[in-house]
């Protein structure tokens, strides 16, 4: 009898053990920060627990309303986990009523005698399904209301978000345990201030990493990853607390951009550490720099594009003109690094050299070597308008259409142009005046060059006659 007894006390020992929950402390300033361009982000930290051997329920606060709970791993030195919990009931409205149901609670109710006065009435609440609905006395009221006065806080509802680890260990003691999760309501993008010379030949890049923060959850001392690129993710099938909310960047610096500390291929991605412990407020943005580049070569390039029809047409056509600041992403061209995506604000010299914004572009991943091309608005000076000559229709599938395009320089400077004709179906030109290629199977490009200011007459004329069939 006496080592039953004792065998019930060892046993309701460690139940009490296992429902006693121990407090982890906050998560420590060294723990990693791996945010993706797609909103979300890896946190990697330590958190500080004192285990005793054997099982035990340790809770941990703050922790991200965002946290993807799916993902939450934790592991110490002689120690398993057999469950996870996170569990959030916010203090919301609804949560409040729904505790409610079946209580009773002050109702204060419009006065039907005075519109300015206001009656108190005791109330048990019923229903909260679709709107509250509450029984006074023998009647049932189902209404507009003022406000609702609880007589005191329903147990059940959380302040913040906890994590709860029922844990096994061999061993007592202080240990490190390293949490692991995804999360979302982080995000960044680049932000470029491209800053063009006055010669216009060459341009200054400077590259800004935005963050932005929107989880609620303060990040004090991350050793910080930005990576950039599309991770692949499978759907979720319950949204997260709150959404990324990518905000409007904050107005540059004139000054360049620090160097970043290291860039470094990962996978299909690049990642961008500051070299540095980075603070993240709670709600808010802060920009870290990326990388400057200086004195590299630019040209400014104006395009007019078209997309000839098979029917026919009168009158004169006026198409529009785009402005695109243009250069190479490499090393000879002083540049020669990864770009990731996100918005680039152009700036030109005025006569004075005064930087005035010139226009904003959305740029994608962008990889070393490739072409930037920033379409940053349509020309005010240079005009094209075109007039169909010709149109013949040959049999049941085939025309001959002739066009004759004019442009004007309405600038003080000679400029460079390109016409882009866009041609559908089987196609071939007939003739032209000027020289043109073949830019692919369904356009071609005639390449102007110096086409003198004009003061609104005369121009640079271009005809063309070509046969589609189709």
Not at 175 to 200: E, F, I
Not at 243 to 261: F, I, K, Q, R, S
Request: with cysteine.
């Amino acid at each position: 009898m006496k080592r039953l007894h004792s065998d019930l006390a060892l046993l309701c020992a460690a139940l009490l053990l296992l429902l006693a929950p121990l407090a982890g402390s906050a998560a420590a300033a060294s723990g990693v920060l791996a945010i993706y361009n797609s909103g979300q982000a890896l946190v990697s930290e330590t958190r500080v627990v004192t285990l005793p051997e054997g099982a035990a329920a340790v809770v941990f606060t703050e922790i991200p309303e965002t946290i993807d709970a799916s993902s939450i791993r934790a592991t110490a030195p002689d120690m398993t986990v057999d469950d996870i919990q996170y569990s959030y009931r916010p203090v919301t409205a609804a949560n409040l009523l729904n505790a409610y149901v079946g209580k009773e609670l002050t109702v204060i109710l419009p006065d039907p005698a005075d519109a300015n006065a206001r009656i108190l009435r005791k109330a048990k609440l019923l229903s909260n399904t679709d709107r509250p609905i509450f029984s006074m006395g023998s009647e049932v009221y189902v209404g507009d209301y003022e406000a609702l006065l609880l007589p005191e806080m329903p147990k059940g509802l959380d302040q913040g978000p906890t994590l709860t680890l029922t844990t096994r260990t061999s061993s007592a003691g202080r240990k490190n345990l390293a949490l692991t999760y995804l999360m979302g309501g982080l995000n960044w993008r680049a932000d470029y201030t491209l800053t063009v010379a006055h010669n216009g030949g060459t341009a200054d890049l400077d590259a800004w990493a935005t963050i932005s923060n929107d989880s609620g959850q303060p990040f004090t001392g991350a050793d910080l990853r930005l990576v950039a690129g599309d991770v692949q993710r499978a759907p979720q099938h319950k949204l997260m607390a709150r959404g990324p909310v990518m905000a409007e960047a904050m107005v540059m610096d004139a000054a360049p951009a620090p160097a970043m500390a290291n860039e470094e291929s990962f996978s299909e991605y690049h990642v961008y550490t500051p070299g540095r412990y980075v603070s993240l407020p709670a709600e808010g943005t802060k920009q870290i720099g990326l990388f400057s580049a200086a004195g590299i070569p630019v040209r400014t390039e104006l395009t007019s594009r078209w997309s000839t029809h098979r029917g026919q047409m009168s009158g004169k056509i006026t198409q529009p003109v785009e402005s695109a600041v243009v250069f190479t992403n490499t090393k000879e061209n002083k540049l020669g690094k990864p770009m990731p995506a996100g918005l680039v604000r152009v700036f030109m010299p005025t006569s004075d050299n005064t930087r005035l914004l010139a226009g904003e572009v959305r740029l994608g991943h962008t990889a070393e070597g490739e072409e930037v091309r920033l379409d940053i608005g349509r020309s005010f000076d240079v005009n094209v308008e075109r007039t169909q000559t010709s149109f013949k229709r040959i049999g049941k599938n085939a025309v001959e259409i002739g066009w004759q395009i004019t442009v004007r320089n309405g600038g003080a400077e000679p400029c460079d142009i390109r016409l882009v004709e866009g041609l559908s179906g089987q196609w071939k030109v007939l003739s032209a005046d000027a020289e043109y290629k073949e830019k692919d199977a369904g356009s071609i490009e005639f390449d102007l060059k110096g086409i003198a200011p004009t003061s609104g007459k005369g121009g640079k004329v271009v005809n063309y006659t070509v046969h589609m069939e189709y």
